[in-house]
């Protein structure tokens, strides 16, 4: 359905990051190098020189979901080793720095000039706190919410287990803040109010394509996300998006189930209006089909993910030791969904 036009399928699945910036004003995305994997480093450093962006870095696919290969680059070396193995288009992107990251649903109905917030939280990172004396692996091990998450975490950090972190020092388990990557959700609830959903209008308004989806930002503060100052987004998640919303506010079973009923009621009715005004959409078949080598595509950079961790230069593995069977190609139908 053409929830989204602007966004291929959507955004229900496989859409580039590039699409997404190239709908959003300038100055609210990180500045960002396009890289493929058949370019040669000196091509990449002189992008970068073009960009004026330098180290660190924050690198992940082009079409990605769930955090895979989101990786934060210190060095030139670190940067060649992620080129080395990534068999898809990339991003590298400045690092954004301010504290808090933020997720907001928003939706607009196309005849209507005002949207509404859904939803509207904070994100906090999956990390272990050191006391000076146990090993990186010990904590890991006594950390609650990786319990789960023990065989990826140990093959991810496997060259840090022995570690002693010193104490208070804070150690990421993952720089994606995905709640599939072990990210926790705070409800803002309370901070909704004409002053943000006006930004959000205002982006929305700007695309003219963006309908139903999330936001994922970083800001200096709620105050400054508010005033449209010092924010980045980081992601627009189209209609695929999950509303954070049903984990993070401490809702019931029931309350859950209603919420995403909602959601896909409203994201129904705004694909109809959008089809009854000419917009078209994809059949059946050609979704299924772009679906299925979207999730290839994204198979490849799962395996990759699990594996890849920086390492100095005689650790090194072989590109083909590492990864095989690289690249997932899409189908992408003539027209947008």
């Known amino acids: 359905m053409p929830s989204n036009p602007g966004i291929i399928f959507g955004g229900f699945i496989g859409e580039t990051k590039k699409e997404i910036y190239d709908q959003l004003p300038p100055s609210t995305y990180p500045k960002s190098v396009y890289v493929s994997p058949s370019m040669s480093f000196s091509e990449i450093n002189a992008h970068l020189a073009n960009h004026q962006l330098s180290f660190p870095l924050a690198v992940k696919p082009n079409a990605g979901m769930m955090g895979f290969m989101f990786r934060k680059v210190e060095s030139t070396e670190q940067l060649q080793q992620y080129h080395a193995v990534m068999p898809v288009d990339y991003i590298i992107q400045e690092l ?15 005849q209507e000039a005002t949207g509404h917030i859904t939803g509207f939280l904070k994100k906090e990172p999956m990390e272990v706190t050191g006391d000076g004396t146990r090993t990186l692996r010990e904590l890991i091990a006594s950390y609650p919410r990786a319990q789960f998450r023990q065989k990826e975490l140990l093959s991810k950090h496997e060259s840090k287990l022995g570690t002693i972190i010193p104490a208070g020092d804070r150690f990421a388990l993952s720089h994606a803040l995905n709640l599939s990557r072990g990210g926790r959700l705070v409800s803002l609830e309370h901070e909704k109010d004409a002053r943000l959903l006006k930004i959000f209008d205002d982006l929305s308004h700007y695309s003219k394509n963006f309908y139903y989806g999330r936001y994922d930002i970083k800001c200096a503060s709620i105050e400054d996300l508010k005033c449209g100052r010092n924010f980045s987004i980081l992601e627009y998640n189209g209609c695929g998006a999950e509303p954070h919303h049903v984990y993070g506010n401490r809702n019931s079973l029931f309350t859950a189930c209603k919420i995403l009923v909602d959601h896909w009621a409203i994201l129904y009715k705004i694909s109809m209006q959008n089809y009854r005004q000419g917009i078209p959409r994809w059949s059946y078949a050609e979704g299924l089909r772009f679906s299925r080598k979207a999730k290839e595509h994204f198979n490849v950079l799962s395996k990759l993910d699990s594996s890849f961790e920086f390492t100095s230069a005689s650790a090194r593995l072989p590109v083909t030791d590492r990864f095989s069977n690289s690249t997932a190609q899409y189908y992408v139908p003539a027209s947008n969904g």
């Open 96 to 110: 954004v720095t301010y504290p808090l990251e933020v997720s907001v649903f928003y939706y607009r109905y196309p």
